[in-house]
């Protein structure tokens, strides 16, 4: 063998490696997939998407086993053909979870838009009982919070909607 055939990698070295990984792949899914065609096609694209990188490829199968142990349905999708395991390779974390956490996830992202939006003056009553230290406007929006044990007063938040000043105060 020369030199320069040396330093060459070895095809054989990337057929064992891939072959170690579809088959450490293999054994982790059966637990949640039986049929043997299923668990051959997420292998095997497995192996082919992370050839060398090792890292990549367990990262990849800890977020499907993840999404497949939180989402039944999917499991029974793959089971039925509906999801292919090419399919489900590409998957994201977030297109493998179920219909209830994408719902949570979609009103969290909701709330929080909700909360960037800039106050609508027009909207906030004038308060009798509160007026901004530093500006003197009447238009306060107020938000009550429990903030520390239950046998506490609650806490309120004022916010002034004329110059966004804050402050809070023991009820």
Known sequence: MSREDATKPSVSGSNSYNTANKTKALKVLSKYIKESDIL????????????????????????????????????????????????????????????????????????????????????????????????????IQETLAQTRSADEPMTRFLTCASCGFFWKMSC
């Open 40 to 139: 051959d096609g997420i292998g095997e694209g497995l192996a082919v998407k992370y050839k060398e990188d090792n890292e990549k490829f367990n990262f990849h199968l800890r977020q499907i086993l993840a999404g497949l142990r939180k989402n039944k349905k999917l499991v029974d999708n793959l089971c039925s053909k509906k999801v292919t395991p090419n399919e489900l390779i590409e998957m994201s974390p977030d297109d493998m979870a179920d219909e209830a956490v994408k719902e949570i996830k979609e009103r969290i992202i909701k709330d929080e838009e909700d909360k960037k939006k800039p106050i609508d003056i027009s909207k906030i009553p004038d308060n009798n009982e509160f007026k901004c230290g530093k500006c003197g406007s009447r238009k």
